[in-house]
């Protein structure tokens, strides 16, 4: 083994991208699923206390790469980095340790419709310290207030809006005071406003909580106004990464074409064959541009 000076003696696969830097890390990373291969070789790395943002197309690998983050998938290839530790080798048991630095909260944000606002809440904490937490109640209530609803704390989630379930989960997300709080398509399925709303709250925890954060969407409102760094991927790779002016600049036709909201030429190729194939006279192809 030859470990350097800040680097986990046990880490004998020391990383290249600097770890001070980027608290969170992937290297190469290759995940597919029976014959279809969804990552081919990710490398990353998320600046601490900042906001990554990673966009992309639907199905093209967002979540399954937030799920190696916390080691709920485990790459094929390449390794995963948590501070100076490896982590996509670990056991469950000592996964659990880390995945407690990470709040997470996932694309069906769902909350427990057994339980009222303030048991959701305050499930992590039991789960993680017994029956009766230290100062439970303040913490709830820190948390609740943090996301601007504190009175609805005993309410049932039935009877709250999609955009408030959407922050009691994420209430519930930093409950543990996460250093790293993840969001896969936050804003999805929310009308504008309540959509913004979670964008101001993405830009107060990351604020007051400090934590380094890493949004998954396809939302492109959201993602510029919440954005420090942007990642694209596309078809299981990096195709650009750097600020935001960098994206809003690149000429590259993947990325600008995804900005613009615009199909490829082979995609709407692919449409027309269809449409005309199954509509001898191709009624609806001239609609389409
Ligand atoms: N557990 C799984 N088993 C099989 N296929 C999966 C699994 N998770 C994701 N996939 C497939 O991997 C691809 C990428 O999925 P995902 O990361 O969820 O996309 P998105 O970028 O929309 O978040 C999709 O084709 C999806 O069907
Ligand atoms: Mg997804």
Do not use: W
Request: proline fraction near 6%.
């Amino acid at each position: 083994m030859n470990a350097q000076p800040g680097q986990h003696p046990t880490d004998s696969t020391a990383p290249s991208a600097a770890p001070s830097d980027a608290p969170v890390r992937v290297e190469g990373i290759v995940k597919s699923f029976a014959r279809l291969r969804v990552l081919r070789g990710v490398t990353l790395a998320f600046p601490r206390g900042r906001t990554t943002v990673v966009l992309g197309p639907s199905g093209c690998g967002k979540s399954v790469m937030l799920k190696h983050l916390v080691g709920l998938l485990r790459p094929e290839r390449g390794r995963v980095f948590y501070e100076s530790e490896r982590i996509d080798t670990l056991s469950e048991r000592k996964l659990a340790p880390i995945r407690r630095q990470f709040g997470f909260l996932f694309q069906q944000g769902a909350l427990f419709d057994s339980m009222n606002v303030y048991e959701n809440i305050a499930f992590p904490l039991r789960e993680l310290e017994g029956e009766a937490p230290y100062g439970e109640e303040d913490r709830v209530r820190r948390v609740l207030r943090l996301v601007g609803l504190e009175n609805v704390i005993y309410s049932s989630p039935s009877e709250l809006s999609g955009g408030q379930q959407k922050r009691v989960a994420l209430a519930r997300a930093v409950v543990l005071e996460p250093k790293v709080v993840l969001y896969d398509e936050p804003t999805t399925g929310l009308d504008p406003i309540r959509a913004d709303v979670i964008n101001e709250l993405i830009l107060k925890l990351k604020q007051e909580l400090r934590v380094t954060s890493i949004v998954v969407t396809h939302d492109l409102i959201s993602a510029f106004k919440v954005a420090d760094y942007m990642v694209m991927l596309h078809e299981g790779q990096v195709v650009l990464e750097g600020e935001p002016e960098v994206f809003r600049n690149s000429q590259d036709p993947i990325v600008s074409r995804f900005l613009r909201g615009e199909a490829s030429d082979e995609e709407l190729r692919a449409i027309r064959e269809v449409t005309s194939s199954n509509r001898e006279g191709a009624r609806f192809s001239g609609g389409l541009r």
